[in-house]
């Protein structure tokens, strides 16, 4: 993945936090911080094929926000690989409930 940009599609006001926490849990390796050793994705989807390793990421990153940045959802993920690059936007939401 060369290249992802967060979308915010409710002007979260504490979208720059959101960003930097999100984009902090999509780098993160699970497994590799201690003290939180659940935290970042499982890098068991970079051996699959495209169409799995897509599944398995949204899975992951569903999982994941949900437990550590409750406070929003993912709403839609869409990946272009035109031009040799992949590019990821994840457009985010507020979770119901909260703003």
């Known amino acids: ?13 504490d979208f720059q936090r959101i960003d ?5 849990l999509i780098a993160s390796m699970e497994g590799t911080i201690p003290g939180s050793r659940n935290f970042g994705l499982p890098i ?3 051996d ?3 169409y799995q390793a897509r599944n398995a ?4 990153l569903d999982e994941k926000v949900a437990e550590y940045i409750p406070e929003i959802r993912i709403s ?3 990946f272009d690989n035109s031009g ?11 979770s119901e409930g909260a703003i």
């Not at 993945?1 to 006001?13: A, R, Y």
């Not at 040799?84 to 507020?94: A, F, K, T």
């Open 76 to 78: 839609d993920v869409t």
């Open 84 to 94: 040799g690059d992949m590019h990821v936007s994840i457009y985010i939401e507020s």
């Open 57 to 60: 990421f949204l899975a992951a």
């Open 20 to 24: 930097q926490n999100l984009k902090t």
């Open 44 to 46: 068991e989807c970079i």
């Open 1 to 13: 993945m060369n290249q992802f940009e967060l979308i915010n599609m409710d002007g979260l006001s």
């Open 48 to 50: 699959l094929n495209p």
